[in-house]
């Protein structure tokens, strides 16, 4: 676990699960935020009471509920509970943000600290190329009505004292999706968002909230519904005792079947190397691949020059969805992965009733108190191979594509591309692919580096 906001966020969602197990999350929940912030304890914040009202935006967003709706600070857990039970309506945004959460953190800026000798060089004022550095009183300081925030400053600094400070949230996010409101807080533009979760890893105070879909999962489960489990290739990284040890677990919680979506991948691999070879037959110059959501949201809100150049195959999770469907038609499928641009691209398949994160598993198998360790093996019918399974790597599908076109084609050639984590600079660099400026014909593009097994709601990292 690698920071504060992450441990106090499963913490309380393993509170939430082990609630609803119990049966008194009806009675409790409204207490659940002063039974982590009690009298006298001490604050994460300026104080406990704005603590507890940050835990109860998070236990409506469990609920799946937006936490910048008006009247939510009038409105008790427990009437948002008793909506969430009488409605079974998916969130219509994967992500929300918390104004009660968010520190409106200072604009990103360049800082002289105390540091700064004044030195006689002033290699600082002499880089600068707006004349924004000046000596006073042997200290360097900044005009910022001139100031580009270039860094060339910070890059020649004898004493390394001067720092830019950044705004967490928007320096992650690639597309600038994310920018302040009027009140100074953190607000999402959902027309530019690509669902790539780099605010909500990157925020430090947890402001950035997913509208999950948990209450949802364990109440259908509850009610005697039958609900099936879709696992991305990923878990296998995330959880201890291989997948036949996981999938018995996740089968422990209730689900009534749990389904490798490598399978699906094998479906993409196949049909994606018959895509790639036809459109090299006609001519085509490059295809990318299609199975990163955030990617292909990319593409669509921001790249638009290369959409044609994306592959019509379908992403492993549609794939299992159908397989799902087909082995179950009465069930509710919930597609389980690292990702919220996975969760945001559930929302648009019909064969994916819900979805669920690997940290959202994790609590939920806390929660419930199931050991995973101590579960028999799963009976797998029969087990993905390898490549569909390495997916969750970058350059997974690229390995999987080419061993799939080893000894057919072979008057064609696989010059393979990938970029490995989507920023402002990858973004910049699939225009040029998009112009035909970068070699390759094969492009594999990742946005998380290292690819799903780096997700911003994976377990491990």
């Not at 006073?136 to 925030?149: G, L, N, P, Q, T």
């Not at 044609?308 to 179950?328: E, F, I, N, Q």
């Not at 692919?433 to 014909?441: I, M, R, S, V």
Request: with cysteine; hydrophobic share 35%.
């Amino acid at each position: 676990m690698s920071n504060g906001a992450e441990r106090l966020r499963r913490e309380l969602m393993i509170r939430f699960v082990r609630e609803f197990k119990n049966g008194t999350l009806e009675k409790n929940i409204d207490r659940i935020p002063f039974a982590i912030r009690p009298a006298q304890s001490a604050s994460s914040r300026c104080c406990i009471y704005h603590d507890r009202a940050v835990l109860k935006y998070r236990l409506m967003t469990m609920l799946g509920f937006d936490c910048g709706d008006d009247g939510c600070e009038e409105r008790p857990l427990s009437g948002y509970l008793e909506e969430a039970q009488s409605s079974d309506l998916r969130p219509s945004q994967p992500l929300t943000v918390s104004a009660a959460g968010c520190d409106g953190c200072p604009e990103s800026r360049i800082n002289v600290t105390t540091n700064c000798r004044g030195c006689f060089a002033r290699p600082c004022v002499f880089s600068c190329p707006k004349q924004a550095i000046s000596v006073e009183d042997h200290h360097a300081k900044v005009d910022y009505s001139k100031c580009i925030k270039c860094g060339k400053c910070l890059q020649v600094c004898p004493f390394n004292a001067i720092i830019k400070t950044k705004v967490p949230c928007e320096d992650a996010c690639p597309v600038g999706a994310i920018r302040k409101d009027g009140t100074g807080h953190a607000s999402i533009d959902f027309d530019k968002c690509i669902y790539c979760g780099k605010c909500f890893a990157k925020c430090p105070f947890g402001a950035v909230m997913e509208r999950s879909e948990l209450y949802r999962v364990m109440r259908h489960i509850r009610d005697g519904r039958k609900v099936v489990a879709l696992v991305a290739p990923s878990a296998q990284f995330q959880f201890p005792g291989g997948i036949g040890k996981l999938f018995s677990a996740i089968a422990a919680v209730g689900f009534a079947d749990v389904i490798e979506v490598a399978l699906g991948a094998e479906l993409t691999t196949e049909n994606e190397a018959k895509e790639f070879v036809e459109r090299l037959r006609k001519g085509e110059k490059l295809m990318t691949t299609s199975c990163c959501t955030a990617y292909v949201e990319l593409v669509r809100k921001h790249a638009q020059e290369l959409q044609s150049c994306v592959s019509s195959t379908p992403s492993p999770m549609r794939y299992a969805g159908m397989l799902a469907r087909d082995k179950h038609p009465d069930a509710l499928t919930v597609f389980i992965g690292p990702c919220i641009a996975k969760r945001f691209e559930a929302f648009q398949s019909e064969n994916i009733d819900m979805a669920m994160s690997f940290e959202e598993l994790g609590s939920l198998l806390a929660g419930w108190g199931v050991d995973i360790m101590s579960q028999p093996e799963w009976p797998m019918p029969r087990p993905a191979i390898a490549t569909a399974r390495n997916f969750a790597k970058s350059c997974g599908v690229t390995d999987a594509v080419l061993t799939e076109l080893l000894g057919e084609n072979s008057d064609l050639k696989l010059d393979s591309k990938f970029i490995n984590g989507i920023d402002a600079k990858t973004a910049l660099q699939l225009k040029l692919y998009a112009k035909g400026k970068l070699p390759g014909n094969f492009l594999e593009v990742m946005s998380c580096p290292g690819g799903c097994v780096g997700g911003p709601c994976s377990l491990v990292r």
